[in-house]
């Protein structure tokens, strides 16, 4: 059996997880599951954000289901974000988003592309300092890990049997950095077997809206991942609807992109289709694809009968979508 360790988390973290995990029971995934905390919650009730029996559980598990966690309100120069330490100590290095639209009736645009985000540098360093008259952000990019993303979108790609691969990138203005990523993407594409395609991140952030079916895997350095993925899922449908995984080569982190949406947290008004779908990219990724894909097609076949919660026009709240869900689930 497999082991999972989940991690609700703080605001709608906990809500959006139990939705995902009675999902999960409801197709028998054989999992072993146990829970562990981490966050501001976590905090308060250990004075911990990340203990070292959640790592300890994580070190132990095959994969991870997480939530969403709240940073602290007041600034606290002492503060490491728990999701950055992860990130490092299991070396989650790529960020991978598939987006699309779940149903033809939600969002905006026919897209349908994942996106290879690198996670582990540029502008996410965290070092910055004044140099008298304003400050000084460090952005540093290496060739390692410019090959390593290339190479996990390439892998990606043939996986889901996708035929082209797009480097995002500015490399007319970052002429050097980008360059070195623009130049390591299409010595690592020649052999792959897939069209290598590349373009500057304003024009992919237009491409999106206007010329969306030419783009089938992008792949992109940390900053431009960040924004053009949030871009994307604004365009199918929300945030709501948005899985994605934060991979290395040994461990994997299942989460749904949305944040701990404080203002509708303990409400019952949260999405839980972005959690239901990371859950179903973890079941694929532990190699149980037909449970991932039967949960899949009960998202669309859900969103078909007009069942929704609110951030898609809908009047129900999570638990009822989800109890729905579960029962159009079982007839298929
Ligand atoms: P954080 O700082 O934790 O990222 P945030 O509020 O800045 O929190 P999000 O949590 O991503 O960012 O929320 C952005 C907006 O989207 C909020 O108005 C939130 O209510 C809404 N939102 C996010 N996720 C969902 C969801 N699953 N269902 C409904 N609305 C959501």
Redesign the pocket.
Known sequence: MRKVTVIPGD??GPE?TRAALEVLRAVDAPLEITEAGMGLACYKETGSYLPQATLDRLEESDAALFG????PVTYDASYRSPLLHLRKAFDLYANIRPVRRWHPSIGLVDLDVIIVRENTEGMYTGVEREDGEGVVTERRITRRACQRIVDKAIEVCRAEGRRSVTCVHKSNVLRRSDGMFREIFRERMKDSGLEARDLLVDAAAAAMVLQPNKLECLVTLNLYGDILSDEAAALTGG??FAPSVNLGDRFALFE?T???????AGQD????V?AILSAAMMLRYLDLAPMAERIERSVTATLGRGIR?A?AGGKMGTREFTTRLIEVLGTL
């Open positions: 605001g709608i959006v969403a966690i709240t940073s945030l709501g749904p949305h944040g701990s949406a404080p203002d509708i008004r949260a999405n839980p972005a919660t951030d």
